[in-house]
């Protein structure tokens, strides 16, 4: 009751009729019109638009200007305005726009990677004189790389998170005249990103400078060895989906008007706006790891020599770096926008006059 104190106060201010004004708002905590009632009403204007031929050429090219123009940012307008007397009017505009990503990708990567340094397994042995062994740095390196199943959409459609902007409204209409506006916009944009992604990676990585054997020398002997290094990078990224739908453009407007109605007139505007954003994505991924890595520089002999036997060995290293990323998703629906913003308003309505304002939004 409140509620409906409020309507009439608020139609009242604008020069409406609260006893003859109808405004019907879909939301959840409100009663909905009768749409058996206005469904009727529609299917009696459609045989009417038959028996009228001007009023058929009408509708025809508001239909036509609807459907070869359903771009996001164009205004849209469907109005009866100035109708004659027991006339009967109707202009209602009907658009459907569907836009469909699908993003399908299937990785099935084996890497073998083998990498060897040896600068070792010298011998100096069974010498009259000494025996000497030195030898230099030995190292092995792999990287091994991976990048697969990268998916980076953008719907750019600047508002079309939105319905847009949209007029419906009867205005001017003549005495006992039957007038109907409506307008029918249908958004729908998908996208679906499918990864699989099957990652193998077997890498074999050895540096040696040991294995040196300065034996059975008559005199003395020295093993000196270098520096064995070894270094393993492997990278892997998998299964990355970005998606970006709408933009930075205004959210649009809608506006419901029955302004300056006939006596005993019937005048009804309508909007069914339906804006539907669906993100999906499906990721699976599978990595396995298997990695040798080596650095020698022992196992060195210098034995039953008759002088002084020395062994001195460098640093021997095995570094391993292992960086995996996957299965990550990014999604942004719509922009820095204004919103979207509904006015509906009765205005001037005559005498005896039935006036109707139908919303549904759906998002």
Same mark, same amino acid.
């Given at each position: ?5 409020l309507l009439e ?8 009729? /609260? ?9 959840? =905590?409100?009663?909905? /019109? ?7 009403? &529609? ?7 038959? &028996? ?10 508001? !239909?036509? =200007?609807?459907?070869?123009? /359903?771009?996001? %940012?164009? @205004? ?26 699908? *993003? ?37 390196? #792999?990287?091994?790389?991976?990048? #697969? ?13 939105? /319905?847009?902007?949209?007029? #419906? ?12 506006? %409506?307008?029918?916009? @249908?958004? +729908? ?36 060895? %270098? ?48 804006? +539907? ?16 890595? =080596? ?25 391993? !770096? ?6 990550t998703n990014e999604t942004v629906v %719509? ?19 039935? *006036?109707? !304002? ?6």
């Amino acid at each position: 009751m409140i509620f409906r104190n409020l309507l009439e106060d608020l139609l009242t201010a604008h020069g409406g009729n /609260p006893k003859n004004t109808y405004v019907f708002l879909r939301l959840p =905590f409100l009663v909905a /019109p009768d749409m058996e009632k206005i469904e009727r009403r &529609k299917e009696v204007n459609k045989m009417k638009k038959f &028996k009228q031929l001007l009023s058929v050429m009408s509708v025809f090219s508001l !239909l036509l =200007f609807s459907t070869v123009a /359903p771009v996001a %940012g164009v @205004e849209r307008h469907a109005s009866n305005e100035n109708t004659g007397a027991e006339s009967e009017n109707t202009a209602v505009i009907e658009e459907q726009k569907e836009t469909e990503v699908r *993003n399908e990708n299937n990785a099935d990567v084996d890497n073998d990677a083998s990498a060897y340094g040896y600068t070792g397994e010298n011998t100096a042995s069974y010498n009259t004189g000494g025996g000497e062994v030195k030898t230099g740095d030995a190292s092995a390196s #792999v990287n091994v790389t991976t990048t #697969v199943n990268t998916n980076d959409t953008t719907v750019s459609c600047g508002g079309c998170t939105t /319905p847009g902007d949209v007029t #419906v409204q009867n205005k001017n209409t003549g005495y006992d005249s039957e007038n109907t506006a %409506g307008a029918e916009v @249908e958004s +729908e944009i998908k996208v679906k990103n499918e990864n699989d992604a099957d990652i193998d990676n077997d890498i074999y990585a050895d540096s040696d400078t040991g294995s040196n054997d300065a034996s059975y020398n008559t005199g003395n002997a020295l093993v000196d060895t %270098g520096k064995a290094t070894t270094t393993v990078g492997v990278t892997t990224e998998a299964n990355s989906n970005s998606t970006e739908v709408g933009g930075g453009s205004s959210g649009g407007s809608l506006t419901l008007k029955n302004n300056g109605t006939g006596a005993d007139s019937e005048n009804v505007a309508w909007a069914d706006l339906d804006v +539907e954003i669906e993100v999906e994505n499906e990721n699976d991924l599978d990595i396995d790891n298997e990695i040798d890595a =080596f650095g020698y520089t022992g196992e060195n002999t210098a034995s039953y020599n008759t002088g002084n036997a020395t062994v001195k060995t460098g640093d021997g290293s095995a570094d391993v !770096l292992v960086d995996e990323s996957g299965n990550t998703n990014e999604t942004v629906v %719509g922009g820095d926008g204004d919103g979207f913003e509904v006015l509906m308003e009765n205005m001037n309505t005559g005498y005896n006059s039935y *006036n109707e !304002l139908d919303l549904e939004l759906e998002s």
